[in-house]
């Protein structure tokens, strides 16, 4: 039985959204990455709908220079409402961009040292509680949401969780992957993480994605924690450092990620949702198959 302390409920999402973003300039270079929207929602608008499916209160945004408008975003708009309002245009569209008071907090991550830094950067709010963590370049369609699955699963289980799917051998090498024990269901008990593994050394093809639920010791990981490949300081070796000290499990995530933070997977993502949605869907599919020349 896990112990009750590692079992609090999920309420705090971190989402790291201060990373240069340079694979996509010169695009990114006045709007954040997380902006670019899929269609005609930002890439941080699917993240906080997928937290707030799973039950998630409070946003925690590690934000950088030249963010502002992720912040914007989530915040009342007086003119505009005001101006449609008058003209009769419904304002259900701004529904999700509506957060309670109180329930956005941004910290700064003064200088982009990766990853676990800005994690790291987010330690006072987190305080002595379990946290989400999302990563808005990467987007996770599902139905239940990737966070609430998660979230099911850690009402079983409880420690910490990493969001993992499948890729063919020959993906492994650019991914971080787990070393996989027991197995139930989606459930895999993680024995240790390997960040980009040559093929043949590979543990498994079972790849890190962007979803984490993570106990709050991590913050003490990260805080004794040098920095680590390419001059950041890496999540995953702190979560390297977390395993046997207290449960942790990964779960196959049973929906589509896209990985939106380099150009082919933001195009295929764009396609792949416009293809789901209804308004759009046999206009686009039309016009995919016209410029395939089908
Ligand atoms: P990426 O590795 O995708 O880096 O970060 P990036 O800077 O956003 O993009 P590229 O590689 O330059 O194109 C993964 C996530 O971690 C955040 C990013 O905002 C993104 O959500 N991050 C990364 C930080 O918040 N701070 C950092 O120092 C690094």
Redesign the pocket.
Known sequence: MTDPALRKPIKKAVF?????????LPATKAIP??MLPIIDRPLIQYAVDEAREAGIEQLIF?T?RGKTAIVEHFDTAYELEATMSERDKSLDVLEPTRIQPGNLVTVR?QV????G??IWCARAIVGDEPFAIF???ELMIGAPGCMKQMVEAYNQVGGNLISVLEVPEEEVSSYGVIAPGRRDGALTEVLGLVEKPKREDAPSNLIISGRYILQPEVMRVLENQGIGAGG?VQLTDAMSQMIGQQPFHAVTFAGKRYDC?NKTGFVEATLAVALERPDMRDEVRAIALRLLGV
Request: hydrophobic share 35%; net charge negative; proline share 12%.
């Open positions: 790291p959204v201060a990373g240069l973003g340079t694979r996509f990455k997380e590690v950088g991550q982009p040292l990766g990853l830094h800005a990563l808005p370049d950041e933070g």
